[in-house]
């Protein structure tokens, strides 16, 4: 099986490439705007789109055109051809589904901040790869060739993304990955806060907890510098507190690259061949913990950590499944319920760390949650298992 994977390589301000990238970033942004001022006008007054070839044949006639480069202003404009299309599909899903599910109706592209960036994205043809080093063919990078890399040959595209004060150089390319279609040792993955990941088996391993409170500990200390720097510049903004939001950025991406690795690895210590993992859409804009709470699980990037597990998963031939875990934290495992409606009674859930089971057992709860969200997608995953092992898990840091 094919997949699309990238290589980041982090551009500070102390990088010589630095100066050079922010200054075509900064053109990719007006090339985006002038495109899009375009093809909004037809929209709003004549209800049509202009597709991506029409919109490179108008843009010829614009002077940003050329001063990023045609190659690269078509990369940008058919970002824009993508955005459209995404709010089309999103009109459509919401006139034909329910509007609850929606935050709100979808709005036309934007504009980019006049003072902002764009991704500045470069074919295959602008660049290779050469003994494990970048070449750049495009002329205004042509200078900063030679920057090592591990990636192959078959490469797709090179892009540089805007990160604070910062860019991202991304690499992507073709990776063959493998194929499993077993479904037969299984974990289960519970998210939460203080528990960043509860992670059960059938098995019979111990269970286990990722330590959440690390992330804890690193969102109230940002937010500490952030508040004590406002009140002492006076200004909600400034360059000392995007160093500080990107420092933030980076360490929290780094927690999430441990945990997933972790995660991975002890997978093929123990010989596990599939991952359910659960998440419900929307579950951050309509969570009820209180307010102390709400601002905790907010403060994490979930899907950072599900999208790098996701794919290491298929790197190591691991079958990853994610579920809404919807009944899963007012059933009970222990009484062998399936996870579902007429099961759900959440008063055995006595606090946020104790399930009680009908028989007055006592389980960790997010550890019955994690034994739910296996059961929801294969409810016989524990026919022939021991189901009362490991009710206490033991938690790890990363």
Not at 255 to 278: A, E, P, Q, W
Request: glycine letters at 6%.
């Amino acid at each position: 099986m094919i997949a699309i994977r990238s290589e980041r390589h982090l551009i500070k301000k102390s990088n010589p490439m630095w100066k050079t990238i922010d200054h075509y970033c900064f053109q990719a942004k007006n090339v985006y705007n002038a495109a899009n001022y375009i093809v909004r006008q037809e929209f709003i007054n004549n209800k049509k789109w202009i597709r991506y070839y029409k919109l490179d044949k108008i843009m010829r006639n614009n002077s940003v055109y050329y001063e990023l480069g045609s190659q690269a202003s078509q990369m940008v404009l058919r970002l824009l051809d993508k955005n459209w299309k995404s709010f089309f599909n999103g009109i459509k899903i919401y006139s034909k589904e329910n509007k609850n599910n929606f935050l709100g109706k979808p709005n036309l592209p934007k504009y980019k901040n006049q003072n902002g960036r764009s991704p500045l994205m470069l074919t295959n043809n602008l660049f290779k790869i050469k003994n494990g080093e970048i070449y750049f063919s495009w002329k205004p990078l042509n200078k900063f060739s030679g920057i090592k890399t591990r990636v192959g040959k078959a490469t797709l595209q090179l892009r540089f993304i805007p990160f604070g004060s910062c860019y991202y150089m991304e690499i992507t390319y073709k990776e063959n990955v493998k194929e499993v279609k077993n479904y037969k040792n299984i974990i289960g993955i519970d998210l939460g806060i203080n528990n960043f990941a509860t992670i059960s088996n059938n098995i019979g391993l111990q269970s286990i907890i990722i330590n959440g409170k690390i992330i804890k500990s690193m969102n109230q200390n940002y937010n500490r510098l952030k508040s004590k720097i406002q009140k002492e510049t006076g200004l909600k903004w400034c360059n000392k507190l995007q160093n500080i939001n990107d420092k933030h950025k980076r360490k929290m991406d780094y927690f999430m690259h441990c945990s997933s690795k972790y995660v991975v690895n002890y997978c093929l210590r123990n010989d596990v061949d599939t991952i359910v993992i659960g998440k419900n859409d929307g579950w951050k804009q309509f969570s009820k913990m209180g307010k102390k709470n709400n601002q905790n699980f907010e403060y994490i990037p979930y899907e950072k950590f599900i999208s790098k597990l996701k794919y290491k998963c298929e790197n190591q031939g691991i079958n990853f499944i994610q579920t809404e875990e919807s009944y899963t934290s007012g059933t009970s495992f222990l009484d062998n319920e399936l996870p579902i409606k007429e099961n759900y009674d959440k008063i055995r859930r006595k606090k946020r760390g104790l399930f009680i089971s009908n028989d007055g057992i006592k389980i960790n709860a997010d550890l019955n949650g994690s034994y739910q969200i296996i059961k929801k997608v294969f409810p016989n995953a524990f026919e022939q298992r021991d189901r009362g092992c490991s009710l206490h898990p033991v938690r790890i840091n990363v």
